[in-house]
């Protein structure tokens, strides 16, 4: 639905860009009319548009206004649509009229306001600046301390390597012990069974007969045979 509003906004809105801000949030909406300075220090501003459109408008005014804007009061009346414009104009001069003296002191507040604005602005960002300091700097120690932390760890990963490498020697030592002990073992057993081989010969078997024989011959006397 269209509808068309007039719109009286009070306060520090003159000489900070406050019209062309509403020009420009108007376009962006479609919204048609105008914004203009009044002589008792407020703006004007009287548009059509879609009803959504219009609101949004008014709550850009509220609550996005330009940094240097101070708002006192926005008092809004809703009218029929009337298709009276084709797009949305800045309209006035920039500082009231009046008289050359009163324009200019209008003109040099409003410099004072801008500067004090601009001044409290550049502390605020002084302050920025030194708090990103003292937290680079914070984050910098912390940054030194994992260092030093991450060297200690490689300092122990290196000792632990080395007791492993250690270990590998006497491992290696151990093998080779065990090796020499099996090579005499095997030697040994080599040994044993040439020995035995040994004995199983012709010699051997002449003693097993002989003592067969005699065996044989206690048996007789003693009647046992």
Same mark, same amino acid.
């Given at each position: 639905?269209? $509808? ?9 809105? #003159?000489?900070?860009?406050?019209? +062309? ?78 008289? &050359?003296?009163?324009? @200019? ?12 604005? @601009? ?11 030194? &708090?990103? $300091?003292?937290? +680079? ?11 030093? *932390? #991450? ?37 040994? $057993? ?10 199983? &010969?012709?010699?051997?078997?002449? *003693?097993?007969? *002989? ?9 007789? $006397?003693? &009647?046992?045979?």
């Amino acid at each position: 639905m269209m $509808k068309r509003a007039s719109i009286r906004i009070r306060g520090d809105v #003159q000489m900070v860009g406050f019209r +062309t801000f509403i020009k420009n949030v108007a376009d962006s909406l479609n919204v048609t009319g105008f914004a203009e300075n009044e002589e008792d220090g407020s703006v004007k501003v009287v548009c059509e548009g879609e009803s959504e459109a219009i609101e949004r408008l008014i709550n850009s005014v509220k609550q996005n206004s330009p940094s240097f804007v101070r708002l006192e009061g926005v008092k809004t009346a809703y009218e029929d649509y009337q298709a009276e414009f084709i797009s949305f104009e800045r309209r006035g001069v920039d500082v009231p009229g009046g008289g &050359g003296e009163r324009e @200019m002191v209008a003109l040099m507040r409003s410099f004072d306001k801008k500067g004090e604005v @601009m001044i409290g602005f550049l502390g605020s960002m002084n302050d920025t600046l030194n &708090g990103v $300091k003292a937290d +680079t700097g914070m984050m910098l120690e912390k940054q030194d301390m994992m260092l030093e *932390k #991450q060297d200690m760890m490689l300092e122990k990963q290196d000792m632990m390597l080395e007791k492993q490498d250690m270990t590998l020697e006497k491992q290696d030592e151990t093998i080779d012990v065990i090796g020499e002990v099996s090579e005499k073992i095997d030697q040994s $057993k080599e040994d044993i069974v040439t020995e035995i081989s040994s004995l199983r &010969g012709p010699y051997m078997e002449e *003693k097993f007969t *002989k003592i067969v024989h005699d065996v044989e011959l206690i048996k007789a $006397k003693i &009647g046992m045979a």
